[in-house]
């Protein structure tokens, strides 16, 4: 079983509507949770940080349930812009900032 | 302030060569890695690197080998190229992990490798 599990999609979705990726992690040690988004061929780039108490940032809202070792990352009002790939990552500390990545799930917004 | 930069971009190379890729960063950055990224498999950490001189294996380090003899470089080596070898290969790099600090790799534009 992978450490870090995401559904691939793709999702496709109309402009405007909200949609939500889910992401499941086996390894109650880890310690810090993000999003990254990741252009087709192109290099990963951190989308947000994933806290504990849940975040927001604008469109975006970041969860985190620890008892459940599940985070999620909901974006409301999709724009065309938001088509990427997401990826689902952890870490623990002391162990040299190694980040270990879901599979990744692709979002296609449609006019 | 170019970042994480990668050479070379593209590469083919036939079965059995060897090559060196190169990842260079600008941020003071004490900690690098090398990632390798397939389709359907997300990235895998290959090697990385805690700072100048160190190296650790990583999630898939067969096959590799790296070098970190200066903080802004971190070098990955084939020596011995095989298909299996096909991939995305992306560089990172961070500063410290510390609990409570926001934290970021970022990532160079990658190196797109096809063995025959």
């Known amino acids: 079983r992978k450490e870090v599990e995401q559904d691939p999609g793709p999702f496709n979705v109309p402009e405007g509507a909200t949609v939500a990726f889910n992401c499941t992690y086996s390894?109650?040690?880890?310690?810090?949770f993000f999003w990254y988004r990741q252009d087709c061929r192109k290099e990963p780039k951190l989308l947000m940080s994933?806290?504990?108490s849940g975040n927001e940032d604008g469109r975006f809202t970041a969860q985190l349930n620890r008892a459940s070792q599940y985070i999620s990352l909901l974006i409301r009002d999709s724009k065309l812009s938001d088509s990427a790939t997401y990826l689902c990552?952890?870490?623990?500390?002391?162990?040299?900032?190694?980040?270990?990545f879901g599979q990744g799930t692709e979002l296609s917004v449609k006019p | 302030n170019a970042g994480v930069t990668q050479t070379p971009k593209f590469r083919v190379l036939k079965t059995g060569q060897s090559m060196t890729l190169l990842c260079a960063q600008d941020?003071?950055?004490?900690?690098m890695y090398w990632y390798r990224q397939d389709p359907g498999m997300g990235l895998r950490l290959i090697h990385y690197s805690v700072g100048e001189g160190t190296t650790a294996k990583g999630e898939v380090p067969d096959g590799y080998n790296v070098s970190r003899l200066k903080k802004q470089n971190f070098l990955l080596g084939l020596e011995s190229a095989a298909p299996s070898q096909t991939s995305v290969y992306f560089c990172a790099s961070s500063s410290i992990l510390l609990a409570g600090d926001p934290y970021e790799q970022y990532f160079g534009p990658g190196t797109r490798l096809t063995v025959t």
């Open positions: 994933v806290y504990s």
């Open positions: 941020m003071n950055h004490e900690y």
């Open positions: 390894n109650s040690a880890s310690q810090s």
């Open positions: 990552v952890v870490t623990h500390y002391n162990q040299g900032g190694k980040l270990i």
